[in-house]
């Protein structure tokens, strides 16, 4: 995993909240988030729209460029200034394997990792794939080995890409 593509994504809803999550730079200027993180419950994008890189900390402004629908959360953030940093699209792949265990690892900023001054830090996530479970709902599932994070918040980590090892 490059944890140089990850990213803290934040944005304001009309009222003022403020709305948080994870990120993955997936390529030129695009990054892939959770549609909860991004669009309003009116499915309006929120106002604000921001990424922070790990390496440098600074925000950059986003627009949505897509947002899931038909139960997808799933969103698409461009990157609309310049400067921001470059990178190859990530090569994609699909989970065949029939095993359990398959080992797999996720980069993102829990609340339960906030900082002095809101900054929320990093937790490195390790646990395992069983793929023979959520057969019917179509998702994968992940059971962490990894020590949760303090006070066991995971709210913020939604949305990042887990990379499994030897499919």
């Known amino acids: 995993m490059d944890t140089g593509r990850v990213v803290d994504v934040s944005g304001r809803t009309r009222s003022g909240r403020v709305s948080f999550g994870s990120g993955y730079l997936i390529g030129p200027g695009l990054v892939l988030t959770a549609g909860h993180v991004v669009v309003g419950e009116d499915g309006a994008p929120l106002e604000g729209l921001r990424v922070r890189f790990l390496n440098d900390g600074r925000p950059w402004a986003c627009e949505l460029a897509w947002s899931g629908s038909g139960g997808v959360d799933a969103a698409l953030l461009r990157i609309v200034e310049k400067g921001a940093p470059a990178c190859e699209p990530v090569r994609w792949g699909q989970l065949v394997a029939t095993k359990v265990g398959i080992a797999c690892e996720a980069v993102g900023f829990p609340k ?48 990042r890409r887990c990379s499994a090892a030897r499919c």
Not at 127 to 147: C, E, K, P
């Open 112 to 159: 339960a990792m906030e900082q002095p001054g809101g900054l929320r830090d990093t937790e490195h996530l390790s646990g395992t794939i069983n793929t023979g479970t959520g057969l019917l709902g179509g998702r994968v599932h992940l059971t962490a080995t990894s020590a949760p994070p303090r006070d066991g918040v995971w709210v913020g980590m939604s949305e």
